[in-house]
């Protein structure tokens, strides 16, 4: 493809660790990281994502106002597990749809590995494409597609939004 006058080629992106431990019970699988995530080495870190806004909802607690190492262990001491369906990707910009050649990971040998893990929840479509098709029907473990809570996905609502997200109060004790 082309570059246009002024555009820069897309750079290989990759994901980070995951944030589990024995006890997830609820693992939330996003796309890839997005550029301001990226930058800051956090999950969600764009102010325009309403990632936390809409956890915090569910889990009752105020995770924006925390430091994100205290997110990461309030969320893990809750049974709260994140990560990515993407392991590295090209991509220009933060958009899902400006992922090229990605490369999965391998999340059917993962969530064998969480002996308590009860859910998963995609955050958004393209999670929920590539989990879906890998993890499919597995006994005794709960799929669930979410609306996206990047501020990218405009045509729903915040409100709407955390209608959606508050069915994962169940699995986040």
């Known amino acids: 493809m082309a570059l246009r006058p002024g555009q820069m080629p897309a750079q290989r992106k990759a ?15 996003g796309s890839l990281p997005g550029e301001a995530s ?10 325009g994502n ?21 997110r990461l262990k309030r969320l893990r001491a809750r049974g709260v597990g994140l990560w990515d369906v993407i392991e590295s990707a090209e991509r220009e910009g933060s958009l899902d749809s400006s992922i090229r050649g990605e490369e999965l990971r391998d999340l059917g040998r993962f969530v064998e590995r969480l002996p308590a893990l009860r859910a998963v929840a995609f955050n958004g479509k393209t999670a929920a494409a590539h989990g879906r098709r890998q993890l499919g029907d597995r006994p005794g473990l709960t799929l669930i597609d979410l609306p996206s809570s990047s501020g990218a996905y405009a045509s729903l609502s915040r409100e709407k939004k955390a209608e959606a997200w508050a069915a994962l109060r169940q699995w986040a004790a």
Do not use: C, K, N
């Open 15 to 29: 994901a980070f660790p995951p944030s589990v431990d024995a006890d997830t019970r609820l693992l939330i699988l």
């Open 38 to 47: 990226i930058r800051q080495g956090e999950y969600y870190a764009h102010r």
């Open 50 to 70: 309403a990632f936390w806004h809409l956890l915090g909802g569910v889990l009752e607690e105020d995770l924006r106002a925390m430091p994100y190492a205290m």
